[in-house]
């Protein structure tokens, strides 16, 4: 399908210079393969079948914007009925299918209600099919992933970069301000989780941590 669009906006092109554009009958030859080579470049570098990538705002902190799914850091089990769940609902969002995922994750709770990484990962879903925006819905699961068990850092970690990519910087400042003051020292999640904060208050107009330091001589 994707080359029968080609083909035809190559027709539409080739008509609009000789009938419309009035082309001299000399230019033609020229015209038709600057054509080509453009319809050659893509057979050879062109993807059509590859899902979109959202590009990053001017002046957003890399790191807001990266696959929620890879950045679990410990935070969810890795067997399981919930990791199976998560695992079919993160194969669906790689492709772009962002609704299916939500809906995935859905079905999984239906069978375990209390599952807070279902409530998390259908938090994450939520998001990622609203664009990056936290939206009233993905709220509502992360915070039913908090009722579930107020001492689990995934519920705070994903809420907080979730209002980061929103652009509630300050929402998101207090959330994982919040979620480092009670994460023990050796947590696997916790230089992550600094690292993201630093970058957070980058974005905010504070100066890096480092600023302050006089340079050696």
Not at 168 to 177: E, I, K, M
Request: aromatic share 6%.
């Amino acid at each position: 399908m994707t080359w029968l669009w080609i083909a035809v906006a190559a027709a539409l092109t080739v008509g609009g210079m000789i009938w419309l554009g009035r082309l001299p009958r000399a230019a033609r030859p020229l015209a038709g393969a600057a054509l080509m080579l453009g319809l050659a470049g893509y057979a050879l570098q062109g993807s059509p079948s590859l899902p979109g990538k959202p590009v990053a705002k001017p002046g957003e902190p890399e790191g807001f914007g990266e696959a929620i799914t890879d950045q679990r850091q410990g935070m969810a089990e890795r067997f399981g009925p919930a990791a199976q769940w998560l695992g079919m609902s993160d194969g669906f969002a790689r492709t772009g299918k962002t609704e299916l995922a939500a809906r995935t994750l859905e079905k999984g709770l239906e069978k375990h209600p209390d599952n807070v990484d279902l409530w998390v990962g259908l938090g994450n879903a939520l998001v990622a099919h609203g664009g990056g925006v936290m939206s009233p819905a993905s709220a509502l699961a992360f915070d039913e992933a908090a009722k579930r068990d107020s001492t689990h850092p995934a519920p705070t970690f994903f809420a907080g970069l979730a209002l980061a990519q929103s652009g509630d910087y300050r929402g998101a400042d207090a959330v994982w301000s919040e979620l480092l003051a009670r994460s023990p020292a050796d947590a696997p999640w916790r230089a992550d989780l600094e690292m993201r904060l630093a970058q957070l208050r980058v974005a905010m107009g504070a100066p890096p941590p480092d600023a302050d330091r006089t340079p050696a001589p």
